[in-house]
């Protein structure tokens, strides 16, 4: 346990500033921002410093620590050396509005980094300036908006989105001002060809499809849905957040797309979330260039350009050498293999767990593309064990769980990506098909309903090792359930996971409706 913020500060100081560069002597501070006393920062040595750090890390749970099968999220290993890159002196100390003429080399990287986009997704101009696939993908849509605007085709207010498209297309569209228009997939969890005909007018702006889809499909007729599209006056748009699966095999621009945007963290290798700052580009054709977004300190902005939407010009500039890195260390043939792999091992797994757990999409040919969706829900009918409880139990096999309930309530969606070996799938495979059978143990009455390993997880260290155990079965199969973990062994920190509420529990914050009466 760390006690860093359980100091209450000490006299002296841990580290002496330099002398400042400008005299001091006839600073003016407003008495109302002066302390009255020095601030109670934690005074302690480098070992103690080094030591919470360490701390806190072991807590949590990421690639680094195992494997990470979390659908739709493409959580693949960050190659060491591409970071090293992005931290050499010369890129990592620049500031983001610094003078063009002393960064041309950061530039020449940045300009090759757009080349490499416009190729893999077979566009023609990249704005590198998003921060996140999301707002990349709002960025995009308001591109689009404005051509309408420009032709004079303001009627344009309606967004078709399939309701196997990623969760935040229709956040996007209604954030920019559009009227969202659900398109119902087909029973085989594809676009249905006849419901996009059916939709789509004079009004329509955009349609915003995945590929593959959140159910983990490839969609087959993005072509003939693009024509449909087009022939009605609209532009298509391409959420390339499952783009790790297409790569190197598939162009979007050649199937018809217009824009689309690209997640950098999860296909070309930038940290995650709180791993580091986020990048979501957008690549075009030509005719949306002109609407890309513009920004003061750059001397290039169209005279159609949307305002800027972040503070710098090239977004997160201090990471897209990662990327480009990445990109270029991998080149076509690393890409393409990458993307075969990432499909191979998803489908091997699913082969591996067919058998113990119903697989809920299938491809024309009986695969999936990078991930794939087992279905829970017969199984709880059965025995009362959901998709939470299997989830947790997994953080006892030293494993983070897949998505859960998304896009389908009461299911689990795994995406193993490119970067696990044959022997990790493996070993996960074992350790899913080891909690059917527990799940099997309460089926039959052998592990009470109530009282078992599965609904009790995860064990920690602090519950397992504790002097009371009134549980019906053993310590040991409760924290060793997996034979390898005898050698490495994962303690869960806290023995809940965050599943109080979530996008499908929402909770209204708003005042009560009396509250509004005069």
């Not at 054709?285 to 159609?304: C, E, I, Q, V, Y």
């Not at 592990?447 to 019906?472: G, I, M, R």
Request: glycine residues 8%; hydrophobic residues 35%.
């Amino acid at each position: 346990m760390s006690h860093l913020f359980e100091h209450n500060g000490a006299n002296g100081k841990g580290y002496s500033q330099p002398d400042p560069i400008f005299p001091t002597d006839n600073l003016q501070i407003p008495s109302t921002i002066v302390r009255d006393e020095l601030p109670k920062w934690p005074r302690l040595s480098e070992p103690e410093m080094v030591r919470h750090y360490t701390w806190l890390s072991n807590r949590n749970f990421g690639i680094d620590t195992g494997f990470y099968p979390l659908g739709s999220c493409t959580m693949k290993h960050n190659p060491r050396v591409n970071e090293v890159i992005a931290q050499l002196p010369g890129i990592a100390d620049l500031h983001p509005l610094q003078p063009e003429h002393q960064i041309q080399g950061t530039l020449a990287i940045f300009h090759e980094m757009q080349e490499m986009l416009e190729i893999c997704a077979g566009m023609d101009q990249v704005t590198l300036q998003p921060v996140a696939g999301a707002q990349g993908e709002f960025t995009a849509v308001r591109c689009i908006q404005e051509y309408f605007k420009s032709r004079g085709e303001t009627q344009r207010t309606k967004v078709l989105v399939p309701d196997s498209a990623h969760g935040t297309n229709p956040a996007s569209a209604a954030m920019a001002g559009f009227e969202i228009v659900e398109i119902p997939s087909r029973e085989d969890g594809r676009i249905d060809l006849d419901a996009i005909a059916a939709a789509v007018d004079e009004q329509t702006a955009i349609m915003m499809i995945t590929n593959p889809n959140t159910l983990g499909l490839f969609e087959p007729e993005i072509a003939q849905a693009a024509e449909i599209v087009h022939q009605a006056g609209g532009q298509m748009y391409y959420d390339g957040a499952n783009f790790n699966a297409i790569v190197g095999r598939v162009r979007p621009g050649d199937l018809g797309v217009d824009a689309m945007h690209i997640n950098l963290h999860k296909t070309f290798c930038i940290p995650h979330g709180g791993g580091g700052p986020g990048m979501g580009p957008i690549v075009c054709k030509d005719h949306l260039s002109h609407f890309l977004p513009g920004h003061f300190h750059s001397s290039n902005n169209a005279r159609h350009a949307i305002s800027s939407v972040s503070a710098a010009p090239f977004g997160s500039s201090s990471i897209l050498p990662i990327s480009w890195a990445y990109i270029s260390r991998m080149g076509s043939d690393g890409l393409k293999k990458a993307t075969q792999v990432a499909i191979l091992n998803a489908n091997y797994m699913a082969k591996r767990l067919e058998n113990h757990y119903p697989i809920l999409y299938r491809g024309t040919s009986g695969l999936s593309a990078h991930e794939f969706i087992i279905d829970i829900r017969s199984i709880k009918e059965e025995s009362g064990i959901s998709e939470e409880d299997i989830a947790k139990r997994l953080m006892d096999y030293g494993y983070h769980a897949p998505t859960m309930s998304w896009p389908v309530p009461g299911t689990m969606m795994i995406e193993p990506t490119e970067s696990e070996s044959k022997s990790e799938l493996d070993r996960f495979c074992d350790a899913m098909i080891l909690i059917k059978k527990e799940i099997d143990k309460v089926v039959s009455g052998e592990f009470d309903k109530v009282d078992n390993p599965l609904k009790n997880a995860p064990h920690t260290a602090q519950h397992s090792l504790s002097d009371e155990w009134n549980h019906k079965y053993s310590r040991y199969q409760a924290c060793f359930p997996g034979e390898w973990q005898k050698e490495h062994k994962y303690w869960p920190t806290v023995g809940r996971i965050d599943n109080a509420f979530g996008d499908r529990n929402l909770v209204c914050t708003c005042p009560p409706i009396d509250s509004y009466e005069n």
